[in-house]
Nanobody, 122 residues
Framework: QLQASGGGLVQTGDSLRLSCAAS????????MGWFRQAPGKEREFVAT????????SYADSVKGRFTISRDYAQSTVYLQMDSLKPEDTAVYHC?????????????????WGQGTLVTVSS
């Protein structure tokens, strides 16, 4: 089970760090990802990290502002979000991939956590 946390209401330019904790299963051999869904919009890819944390990729819209990382000891994946913009407002979900390498397609993710809401005011 994956549980995302850390969302909240912030202002433009602020930072937030989202966490995704795995319980009841191990995700050490899985790539992990963050996706988001804004009201009335399709779910979109945000960031992904490989099983060993050595490789990551980002959506163009967040590149240079967001950083994905993982802590094996705590089976946790993080999403550091800096320079937040109103268009970053969405429910953010973490997910575990069926593969060890990073992947942007939601179809490759087999376990999804409940989301955490991020609201960025202008």
């Amino acid at each position: 089970q994956l549980q995302a946390s850390g969302g909240g209401l912030v202002q433009t330019g602020d930072s937030l760090r989202l966490s995704c904790a795995a319980s009841g299963r191990t995700v050490t051999n899985n790539a992990m990802g963050w996706f988001r869904q804004a009201p009335g919009k399709e779910r979109e890819f945000v960031a992904t990290i490989s099983w060993n944390g050595g490789d990551a990729s980002y959506a163009d819209s967040v590149k240079g502002r967001f950083t994905i990382s993982r802590d094996y000891a705590q089976s946790t994946v993080y999403l550091q979000m800096d320079s937040l913009k109103p268009e970053d407002t969405a429910v953010y979900h973490c997910a575990a991939s069926r593969y060890p390498v990073r992947t942007t397609s939601p179809h490759n993710y087999v376990s999804w956590g409940q989301g955490t809401l991020v609201t960025v005011s202008s």
